[in-house]
């Protein structure tokens, strides 16, 4: 069984960076996504960031790209998620999540193992 484990949520002013980490545990998945979502209150989980198990191809929603980067180093190490320029409409609970490559990046049913999420308050 695969475990998830995010951390490095806060809260942040407008203008500010985090960075995400999230641990897996469990089998390998060579052939997988490592994927950031992320749902604000009253909206919809939607997608961020994704690269592949090997950290050698990264994706990126059109709202975050140029501003955040996601990252691994190597298929042992965590995934990272680096968040600069924030802005209130990142404010959301993010999750880091584990996806089969037969499927889209984007799409959230191709995800099969979530995290607990961590929360990113951005204030202005």
């Known amino acids: 069984q695969v475990q998830l484990v995010e951390s490095g949520g806060g809260l942040v002013q407008a203008g500010g960076s985090l960075r995400l980490s999230c641990a897996a545990s469990?089998?390998?998945?060579?052939?997988?996504?490592m994927g950031w979502f992320r749902q604000a209150p009253g909206k919809e989980r939607e997608f961020v960031a994704a690269?592949?198990?090997?950290?050698?191809?990264?994706y990126y929603a059109d709202s975050v790209k140029g501003r955040f980067t996601i990252s691994r180093d190597n298929a042992e190490n965590p995934v990272y998620l680096q968040m600069n320029n924030l802005k209130p409409e990142d404010t959301a609970v993010y999750y880091c999540?584990?996806?089969?490559?037969?499927?889209?990046?984007?799409?959230?049913?191709?995800?099969?193992?979530w995290g607990q999420g961590t929360q990113v308050t951005v204030s202005s």
């Open positions: 999540a584990v996806g089969n490559r037969g499927g889209s990046y984007y799409y959230i049913p191709n995800y099969d193992y």
């Open positions: 469990g089998p390998t998945f060579r052939n997988h996504y």
């Open positions: 690269t592949t198990w090997s950290g050698d191809s990264t």
